[in-house]
Every structure is written in structure tokens, then in C-alpha cells.
């Protein structure tokens, strides 16, 4: 039986602050958004043309998991965003305002730069190579 990784979970502040970047920034697509109550809800986004694997938002509950946002990889490159066409979507993600941390470069595997999500969390917009 096929296995694919249908969730990833990211821990945040705030749901709609999550929703606004992650929706209108990068233009990731909200799937759902759900009152699950005591403040809790469902919320999964995914990136356009995705297929299998979404970003779970959480917002964080208690100290601990407030402490792990934005460094939930202990400082590395968390996310990593292929696109087919890395001018188009770094113009548009720059545009909207999106903080790249550096100039695209290329490397052998691809187009890539790295950005930081309004949480601390790094990503790589990657066009592979081939």
C-alpha cells in the first residue's frame, strides 16, 4: 500500500495571522477552517497544484509549544516550496512582501532562496533543477 505524508503540523500565535500569510502572501489554497471550540480550530492550507501533503496550523498551547514556534528545526531550513517557475513566484511572493533572506542563487539541484514565514520558520522557494 502507497504511503504519503498527508499533514505536517506548524505551530503558531495565530490562526488568522497564519491564514493571511500563508493564504495571501504565498498563495497557498485554504482548505478548511474549522471551530473545533475553546478556541481551537482545522486549519490546512496547501500550496496550489498540491495533491497529497498540507500544512496543519496549530496554534500553540502553553508555554512549550509558544517557545517552538519559528524554531522548530533548531534554526534550519524547516519547508521546502518547489515551484515550476521560481522568477514568477519569488517577483509575486516579493511583491507581496515576503522577507527573502538572501538573493536567488543556483546551486546543483536547483534555483533556490530562502525566506523566513512571519513566525521565524525557514523555507526554501526551490525550482529543482532538470
Given amino acids: 500500500m502507497p504511503q504519503t ?5 506548524l505551530v503558531v500565535p495565530d490562526y488568522d495571522a497564519a491564514i493571511a500569510f500563508y493564504r495571501d502572501d504565498i498563495g497557498f489554497e485554504l482548505l478548511e477552517d474549522v471551530d473545533m471550540g475553546h478556541g481551537k480550530r482545522w486549519v490546512v492550507l496547501r500550496p496550489p497544484g498540491a495533491r497529497e501533503t498540507a500544512l496543519l496550523i496549530a496554534k500553540a498551547d502553553g508555554t512549550a509549544q509558544a517557545a517552538a514556534i519559528g524554531n522548530q528545526t533548531g534554526g534550519r531550513v524547516a519547508f521546502f516550496l518547489h515551484t515550476d517557475d521560481f ?9 507581496r512582501g515576503v522577507a527573502f533572506k538572501e538573493e536567488p542563487r543556483r546551486e546543483p539541484y536547483g534555483t533556490v532562496a530562502v525566506f523566513r514565514d512571519p513566525f521565524g520558520n525557514l523555507w526554501d522557494l526551490l525550482q529543482p533543477a532538470g
Fill in 87 to 95: 522568477a514568477r513566484d519569488h517577483a509575486a511572493m516579493r511583491a
Fill in 5 to 9: 505524508i498527508a499533514r505536517i503540523t
